[in-house]
Each structure stands twice: as structure tokens, then as C-alpha cells.
């Protein structure tokens, strides 16, 4: 609401909080978020596929709606922790773009799995940096060790790089 004054126009706001700061402290921090929550929003309706709900029923559109909003912290923390500098700035659509869809063939050889990579040298490098953070965050799996043969291509249990771009006309 706006009151008049005789020296003006004032325009009168109120925060409730639980929080047991000083007033100006708690002034200052709530200006200093201000605009958060709408750019959060934006990403969950825009490039969470937040905007429209899949049913007509509350249950599944409540059980969409945590799937999406997981999905936003995961990827919240995945810039703050794993990511390179590079992909910090990145959008969800600009990160799917450079490291979800990346060409690759999944290959059953010797009782193992193996993902060929295509995309060269930098996108292997970027991968198993990125796979060796999150191993060091916790419980994750350990960074598994490089090997290098003559054909210089690049092995580790689970991901592979080969440079011979014939190998990529397939996929």
C-alpha cells in the first residue's frame, strides 16, 4: 500500500521472520536475495519443463513437481562442486549441450562395459575430470586410472576415447 504523507508519497512493506537479527541487518539481507526465487522459477517453468504440469491429478503433478525440483538442486550443486569454471555459467539446456548429450556407443567386450566417446580429446578430459570430483565427494566411485597404448587412445573401465574419426561416422 501507499500512504500520503505531506512531505510525500511512501510506499509501506513488512517482513515477518522468525530470525533474530537486527532490523537493518534483516532489511539488508532480504534485499540482498531479492530476485532469487523468480530466477529460480524461471529455470524450473522454462528448462525444467515446470510450466505445465503432465496430469490432471494432484498426486502426479506433486510427484512431478519434486522430480523437477530435485533435478534443479542436483544441478545446483553440480556447478558449485564438480563442474569446470567453463560450465558454471552454463544453463540446464546449454549443459546438456556440452556434457549430458554427448555421442557415444555403449560396448559389451570381455564381461565389461565400456562407452566410447566421441567428440575428442577435450570432451574425455572434461568427462573424467568431472567423474574424479564427484568419486572425491564421498561415497562415489574412485577415480579409476588412465592408460594410454600405442594407438594413443585413451582407456579407463567405463569411459573411452578413440581419436580415429571413422570410428564416429556411426553414431
Request: aromatic share 10%; charged share 20%; hydrophobic share 40%.
Amino acid at each position: 500500500p501507499t500512504v500520503e504523507m505531506k512531505s510525500g508519497k511512501y510506499k509501506l512493506f513488512s517482513i515477518v521472520t522468525n530470525r533474530k537479527i537486527g532490523g537493518n541487518e534483516l532489511i539488508n539481507w532480504h534485499r540482498e536475495r531479492c530476485g532469487a526465487s523468480e530466477k529460480v522459477h524461471s529455470v524450473e517453468k522454462s528448462e525444467l519443463a515446470g510450466g505445465q504440469f503432465p496430469s490432471q491429478y494432484f498426486g502426479a503433478n506433486a510427484a512431478w513437481w519434486q522430480i523437477m525440483v530435485l533435478a534443479y538442486n542436483l544441478n545446483s550443486l553440480m556447478k558449485q562442486l564438480v563442474l569446470p569454471e567453463k560450465l558454471k555459467t552454463k544453463s540446464l539446456k546449454g549443459l546438456r549441450f556440452h556434457l549430458i548429450n554427448l555421442p557415444g556407443i555403449v560396448v559389451r567386450h570381455a564381461r565389461g562395459l565400456l562407452i566410447k566417446l566421441g567428440g575428442g580429446k577435450e570432451i574425455f578430459e572434461r568427462v573424467s575430470s568431472i567423474r574424479a570430483l564427484i568419486g572425491q565427494l564421498g561415497h562415489g566411485p574412485p577415480p579409476l586410472p588412465v592408460f594410454v597404448n600405442k594407438d594413443v587412445a585413451f582407456f579407463i573401465k567405463q569411459l573411452t576415447y578413440f581419436p580415429q574419426p571413422s570410428l564416429y561416422q556411426c553414431l
